[in-house]
């Protein structure tokens, strides 16, 4: 499936109104200052078609905060597994959000598969949209190799002066085409105004740090005894937000929970973050990653040097997140600045 179409931009609104009522759409909306999430919408006028990543990626639409894994009777015995999914749309998520999916598809569906995350994927269309400027100083798209499209999406929207450019990459992105209308076969004018965009897309993104996207791998595996780490460590406050909003943190913890009558109950699972100070604690006491410095160095190793070695990708895709939200304002173009320079 490789097909472009173009959607007039006074049709969106219709567009997105006649897609809400055959399933769910989230999308982007602006929540304060500079401050954005993916939440239900019914019409393109709340939709925020300029933004920058949102507080949580839409990984928590696969993979949510909380979910019940199975429900257990200790007298028949039983266990039932829960699976949960539903029918919904994501309209408007960034290349770097699409390549973050990506990443959680290959871990999620090696073995041992997790079924709760691959039930959800399978009732969830993708609607992709380009970011045609550079979000801000924290994205790092451009090195990470994901400021352009590189699939991972059913429908993918670039927006041009009169019109959106869509790319068809599915099936369940054709019937969306099909069904819900509005949309014209693309003319040379639309492809001719989509490859200025993407030229002048070119001279905007810049490489953001010190080294080259493949230079990262190597950067990242001499860089286990880095002095570096010990200096993120004395200023990290073992918070959290780094993981909790990255796209490609996928840890979490099990908990059971059992009611009142002592026999029934439930089993679940909560994100969880190697950066809490009882994550590699074990049974005796002992915590093999005692030291925020050897936490902070494990969040890093687990984006550009373990994934390589078993998934041959990056698992950083450059949204910027982490820097974002850090309350020590540790920035992982920085660090990626000070391991690089270290090496030279
Ligand atoms: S490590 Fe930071 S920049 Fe990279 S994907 Fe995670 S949150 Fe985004
Ligand atoms: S967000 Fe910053 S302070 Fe919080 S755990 Fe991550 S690196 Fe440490």
């Known amino acids: 499936m490789d097909k472009f179409v173009t959607l007039n931009k006074q049709d969106l609104n219709d567009f997105i109104v006649k897609l809400s009522r055959s399933q769910p759409v989230m999308a982007p909306v602006a929540r304060g200052c500079k401050s954005f999430v993916f939440e239900s919408v019914d019409s393109a006028k709340a939709i925020a078609l300029h933004y920058i990543p949102t507080i949580l990626p839409p990984k928590k639409y696969f993979f949510p905060q909380r979910e019940t894994l199975l429900t257990y009777n200790k007298t028949t015995p039983a266990w039932d597994p829960v699976l949960e999914s539903r029918k919904m749309a994501i309209f408007g998520v960034h290349t770097c959000d699409l ?27 993708i609607i992709g949209l380009e970011c045609n400027n550079y979000c801000d100083e924290y994205a790092s798209c451009n090195v990470m190799d994901n400021h352009l499209p590189n699939g991972g999406y059913d429908l993918f929207f670039t927006e041009l002066p009169d019109a959106f450019m869509v790319h068809v990459n599915s099936n369940a992105g054709e019937r969306i085409v099909n069904d819900i209308g509005f949309f014209s076969a693309a003319t040379p004018k639309h492809t001719q105004q989509l490859e200025e965009m993407r030229a002048r897309k070119r001279e905007i993104f810049k490489p953001e740090v010190k080294a080259g ?13 880095s002095r570096q780490w010990d200096r993120i460590g004395e200023r990290c406050v073992a918070c959290g937000n780094c993981t909790n909003v990255c796209p490609t943190c996928y840890c979490f913890d099990v908990r059971d929970e059992i009611n009142l009558d002592f026999n029934t109950g439930t089993r679940g699972r909560v994100w969880d973050s190697c950066q809490n100070e009882e994550f590699a604690q074990v049974a005796g006491g ?18 550009f040097n373990y994934p390589v070695e078993r998934f041959s990708r990056y698992f950083c895709t450059g949204c910027g997140r982490c820097s974002r939200a850090c309350m020590a304002k540790i920035n992982l173009k920085e660090t990626i600045d000070a391991l690089a320079e270290e090496k030279r």
Not at 105 to 115: E, H, I, K, L, T
Not at 213 to 225: C, M, N, P, V, Y
């Open 99 to 125: 390549a973050g999916i990506q990443c959680l598809n290959m871990v999620m569906s090696a073995s041992p598969q997790d079924n709760n995350y691959n039930a959800r994927k399978e009732g969830i269309t």
């Open 286 to 303: 002992e915590n093999f990653r005692k030291q925020r410095g050897q936490r902070q160095r494990h969040r890093y190793m687990r984006k």
């Open 213 to 225: 996207h493949k230079q990262l791998r190597g950067i990242f595996a001499g860089a286990f005894d």
